[in-house]
């Protein structure tokens, strides 16, 4: 994994950060910028009317009454108050300005990583590299490290602007003191910095033990692994798990301590000790010279001084660390879409001849292991085709081929005799209703989990529920109180949790809301009971009788349904044929199909024996 030093840092990303906030509110990034400077500024004025003010008290005093010194102390006093109260009413409109745009950014900026996030590849996320990037990055959408980062500039040049406007009133009136009173942070500084530094770099290279903690705290602490982790016992293992990697962060984080309070302590000495020097030598001077004022200045000043020498080190090093936050975030921006282009061929209405998956294989990117070896199948137009095999055969692989969220590494997918690559993408995946094994479960409405199936049609309750009766979702929507607009799930208010059948069946309805002229369905009826499922197929194959479908079933009764089945095993295709032939043939299906056929009777029909 690269470490923060090793991490390359881009110049440019305060140039982005600049354009993307002035994009946001030019207005008021320029009165953010015009307020900062006024309030840099403030410090160097105070400490020259501070010393005005004093000067003249002494002076008055010295001549032994405040006659002819009345105007005098009259102006600076109105001055002190007046910069005073200038500084107030420039603190609050910086603070103001600056909760707006961070309110504006964190918008834009999520919404920017959320589009980004829709348009990365399957690849992208089946990958635990390039996973680990996004998660990193996606840490990142709320904006607030950008908006950090602005901050830290500008309060960087804030800083910078009032050691230099404080050096010049120091400079003129004692070198070797201002000096000394500049310099006298330093160490301390340094000590802070070289801590900021550290604990970033840790906290880079911790990143995916971070998502392991929370991945503990999530399986003992949501509804999905409750009863899993009660009814195993796994709470105690878990919580085991997430004590040892805090232990292990604390013995890191301890050490670092450690060495940080003992830097701080021995160069914060210096520090100390240089401003206190700083002060005798002041005091000498002033005592020479008479200039009161003066020392009342070099008190305000060491004072000040270290406050902004402090802030502006230990802010260049927070500005270093957050830009490299915001570097996550940029290389995540960047980060190639779309890999996987489309043609500009439309989509046929109705297909003519069907698809043909010729010497398909295929390899995942970043393995070696060829989960596909030269299949070669057709799905004839207005069939149903059922694929079968054991777990891992390579099934919902050649779906996600199919649906293009993966290119075949050798072969070819032709849809009417066309390459699958020539139709537009977008023409493409309208065209097909895919329902996956590990379907999401919207924790929304009725209406939003089956017309997600074609977005548009949301409001058409006609179509919602023709889709919900094609699927046999309707039975349970008429025993929910509020029908199509019921809330699904338990994460929000009002909702009803179904059955893992039911949800399936939703799923399904959603599936058959696109009528699409290709359907797709991975393990459709894995939780549905046996009958429903007979059902269910029985109008699928009424409403689907002129589109074309794939099946990936593990049950037999489904299988037996399909016009065609395909056998796949380690990747290759090893029987194919309609269930009679497939029978005849006494091969691995039948041996299949025998076995589950045992399974149900008291006697075994057939014997099943492996081909
Ligand atoms: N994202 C991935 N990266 C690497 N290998 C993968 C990935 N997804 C699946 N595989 C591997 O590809 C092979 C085929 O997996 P696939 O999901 O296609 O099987 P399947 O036939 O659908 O299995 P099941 O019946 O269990 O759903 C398996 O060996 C699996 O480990």
């Known amino acids: 994994m690269p470490t923060a030093s090793k991490k390359r840092v881009r110049d440019n990303d305060w140039l982005r950060i600049a354009a993307m906030l002035w994009r946001l509110s030019p207005v008021r990034v320029s009165a953010l910028i015009l307020v900062t400077f006024a309030v840099s500024v403030v410090p160097a004025v105070q400490l020259q009317l501070t010393a005005s003010a004093v000067q003249s008290v002494a002076d008055a005093v010295a001549a032994g009454g405040a006659d002819g010194f009345t105007g005098r102390i009259l102006v600076v006093g109105l001055l002190i108050a007046g910069v005073s109260v200038a500084a107030h009413l420039f603190g609050v409109w910086h603070q103001y300005l600056d909760s707006v745009l961070r309110l504006h950014l964190a918008t834009a900026v999520g919404e920017q990583v959320m589009r980004k996030g829709t348009r990365m590849d399957l690849q992208d996320y089946e990958n635990p590299e390039s996973y680990d990037k996004l998660q990193r990055a996606f840490q990142e959408s709320s904006g607030s490290n950008i908006h950090q980062l602005f901050a830290d500039t500008l309060s960087f040049a804030r800083e910078l602007i009032t050691i230099v406007s404080v050096s010049a009133v120091l400079f003129s009136w004692h070198p070797w003191i201002a000096l000394l009173i500049l310099l006298a942070p330093i160490p301390s500084a340094l000590a802070q910095m070289w801590y900021g530094k550290k604990m970033y770099e840790i906290e880079y290279d911790r990143a995916a033990d971070r998502r392991r903690l929370l991945y503990f705290q999530y399986l003992t602490t949501t509804d999905h692994t409750f009863k899993e982790v009660r009814l195993f016992q796994l709470g105690d293992f878990f919580i085991g798990r997430y004590r040892e990697l805090v232990q292990r962060f604390l013995k890191v984080d301890r050490s670092l301590n450690r060495r940080q309070s003992l830097a ?346 492996r081909p």
Not at 319 to 336: G, W, Y
Not at 455 to 483: F, K, W
Not at 559 to 568: H, L, N, Q
């Open 264 to 609: 701080f302590g021995l160069l914060g000495m210096i520090s100390v000790l240089a401003a206190g020097a700083a002060l005798i030598y002041a005091m000498l001077a002033t005592t020479r010279t008479g200039e009161i004022g003066q020392l009342a200045g070099y008190l305000q000043a060491i004072g000040v001084v270290q406050g902004s020498g402090h802030a502006l080190l230990v802010g260049l090093a927070m500005l270093l660390q957050n830009k490299l936050f915001v570097s996550n975030l940029f290389e995540l921006l960047d980060l190639p879409e779309r890999q996987i282009r489309g043609g500009q061929r439309k989509f046929p209405a109705k297909l003519r001849t069907g698809i043909e998956f010729r010497e398909v294989s295929f390899t995942y990117p970043g393995t070696t292991e060829q989960v596909l070896d030269r299949v070669s199948f057709t799905l004839p137009a207005g069939n149903c085709v059922a694929l079968v095999g054991q777990n891992g055969a390579g099934k919902t692989t050649l779906v996600k081929l199919l649906t293009r969220l993966y290119e075949p590494t050798g072969g070819e997918i032709l849809i009417d005799g066309v390459p699958i690559q020539e139709y537009d993408l977008t023409e493409l995946r309208g065209n097909l209703g895919v329902i996956f094994q590990d379907y999401i479960r919207y924790e929304m409405s009725v209406r939003h989990n089956i017309g997600f199936g074609a977005v548009e049609q949301l409001a058409d309750t006609g179509r919602v529920r023709a889709a919900a009766e094609a699927s046999g979702a309707d039975s349970i929507v008429d025993t929910l109180p509020d029908g199509y607009d019921a809330m699904l799930g338990r994460h929000f208010e009002n909702g009803s949790q179904l059955s893992g059948g039911q949800w399936q069946k939703v799923a399904l309805a959603r599936a058959f809301m696109r009528g699409a002229p290709v359907v797709v369905l991975d393990e459709p009826t894995a939780s549905i009971d046996a009958e429903a499922e007979a059902e269910i197929f029985g109008r699928f194959r009424t409403i689907a009788s002129t589109s074309t479908s794939l099946l990936v079933a593990h049950r037999f009764s489904t299988v037996r349904i399909a016009d065609r089945i395909i056998v796949i095993e380690g990747g290759r295709l090893i029987e194919q044929g309609t269930h009679s032939e497939l029978m005849r043939q006494d091969g691995h299906y039948a041996y299949l199909f025998n076995l589950q056929a045992a399974g149900y009777q008291p006697e075994p029909a057939t014997e099943a024996v």
